[in-house]
């Protein structure tokens, strides 16, 4: 009934092809990037500031980040240890390492969600702000030690390269991350990082720079910006060829991730207008082996927003204190047929999969806003927990993406078949 080609297969061989021949999006991952790793494996300086604490416990800082146009920066932190401390015979808790989006800062509730959830966490500003909020200035209160502005979609991508703001930002997570590590009661072997919009884009940078995280999910953000349909694909190609090989060899998230190892769990909505699911999918493609997608249907870009999908912390769960982990996708296939497109999906779970959501669009005209129509496959209980699950939908289905639910409402997902795009390959 189906091609023995799946999705995953075609886009295993698009990935080799784009290494062999050096296309934009996917060159050869740098060893370790443009910064010297030794210093950001190293405990920065820092000095607890408790005239920023807030309540619940958690703690600011500031911490050492690297100079800034010869003069030295600071970064500022919230830090915050979960109530229950380390049991008796424990190494430690998990800790986390949580990124904020564009314009955003370090997010003290955030820290203390994870706090609540068992996990140590270190939230820090990258744009050289304190988290608070000025009225008049429209925007978070700069502190004196900061180092270059956010810059965005790379406007300073011609500046020298230590002089540019994702430099900085890499940086300065690595360094947060050295310091989380090294904090009394943390456990230094079970650590993830958590990105959200802006922040994911680093931390896919951060993940292919830093071997010590065990977990990493990027919320929103992805990689491929030569192909994203988002102005941040616009600015792409409104560069000289010159400016995007810079970018391509700097900061392209893509060619991070080749050097991913770790389990990475990828959260998405089905219509964001800064990174649609066309090269959000190509970027989990990247590491589809050691990860899961889950796509939320209509889930809007923000950061309270991006705080809310259980799977998150299932996930985190899953790999750091060996709880029961997200169901993965075995196999998808699908054949785009007179009559229609018939797809099928096999899955493995901890738990029963008790339905399946088909979502597909026949119109992808606006590839950043599609119109959603969805099918619903019900999974019989005998199905056990490797179902096969089957769907025909319309012939004139231009794109298609599935959801798998499980018994505790936990999403996994087949990333975006874009079919309309594939036939104009």
Known sequence: MFSKVAVSAVAALIAAALLILGLPGCGTAPDSGPWERKRLMEIPAFAYAPEHDAADGVRALFYEGLPYEDKPTKVFAYVGMPESGTAAGEAGVPAVVLVHGGAGTAYVDWVREWNRRGYAAIA???????????????????HEWGGPANQPVWKDIDRPEREQWTYHAVADIALAHSLLRSLPGVDPQRTGIVGVSWGAVLTEIAVGTDERYRFAIPVYGSGFVAESESYFGDAYRSWPEETRARFERLWEPSVYLQRAKLPMLWVNGDNDAHFPLTVFTKSYEVVKDNAVLSIHPGMPHNQEEAVRPPEIYAFADSVVSGSAPLARTVRHEWRDGID??????????????VRAEFYYTLNVSDRLSPVWSKRVVNVPTDEGLKPRIEAALPAKTKAYYANAIDARGYIVSVGLTDIAGRANE
């Open 124 to 142: 820090m500003d990258l744009e050289g702000h304190l988290p608070e909020w000025d009225e008049q200035a429209g925007g978070y209160k700069p």
């Open 340 to 353: 229609g497109v018939d797809v099928s999906i096999e899955l493995d779970s901890p738990e029963p999969i």
